[in-house]
């Protein structure tokens, strides 16, 4: 299936510091675009996949699961990982388990994370049933689009495949295993109105992982998908300076003539 127009991948080339930024469940890159643009237009290395199964329609999610979302991440990180002297990882929502779970695998190879409204479980109350709803239950209402800025839109799915969120749920139970083994320096900012995920479950990271660099922001001005929200430049503010922090030499060698450079031939917002 051809990709829906704006939840194409983006990379950018740039500097000797990188970023991986990963979007959320049944969403897409076009969440997290301006975020990656403006990365990319402070001279850093951006790399800002489309997960599997996603930014076409909900019936090819059904046949992904959580093993060939990160397998795409990690990926994109080894990738990273040979070309800059220093790489980040963000994330928004399930992104943001991603993110985590990349960081309890690859230790010292990661500077930095960055994870906003991150999910750590399926709040749901139907979750429970998942494991045989699935079979016969093919997909229930989406939960894209959740943002308080009137006029910002969310690419997403309209429909969650139910055998894409069991698949989701049992990641979300190793991810939340393995976060003692997260140590790198994290920025958590989490909005306390989100209708998607529970304030709790950034409460139950920050409890959690092992990291002793941690900085915990509140977004009061948006819902869950802030990356479009009122907040959003705060996040992108911060998340640089973070970086900057971390990494002296980011955006040194930046070439900016090639924001914008995408994978795939299609431009989108």
Known sequence: MPVLPGAEPFRHEGGEVG?????????????????AEYLAE??????????????????????????????????????????????????????????????????????????????????????????????????????TNDIAKEGAQELGYDRVPLHAAYSLRRFLGIVDGELPQVTQPLLLLHSPQDHVVSPADSARILSRVSSTDVTEILLEQSYHVATLDHDADRIFEESHAFIARLAPSAGK?????????????????
């Open 19 to 35: 970023v991986l930024l990963c979007h959320g469940f049944t969403g897409s890159p076009q969440s997290l675009r301006p975020w």
């Open 253 to 269: 060698e930046a070439d900016t003539g090639q924001v914008g450079q995408q994978e795939g031939t299609a431009t989108g917002g």
């Open 42 to 143: 402070r001279g850093l290395t951006v790399a800002l996949p489309l997960l599997p199964g996603h930014g076409t329609r909900w019936e090819d999610m059904q046949l992904t699961g959580w093993q060939d979302w990160y397998a795409e991440v990690d990926r994109e990180l080894r990738a990273l990982r040979e070309q800059c002297a220093q790489v980040f990882v963000f994330g928004l929502s399930m992104g943001a388990a991603l993110t985590l779970q990349l960081a309890a695998k690859h230790g010292d190879e990661i500077s930095g994370i960055v994870v906003v409204n991150p999910l750590n479980r399926v709040n749901d109350p139907t979750a429970f049933a998942l494991p045989v709803l699935r079979h016969f239950v093919r997909s229930v209402k989406g939960v």
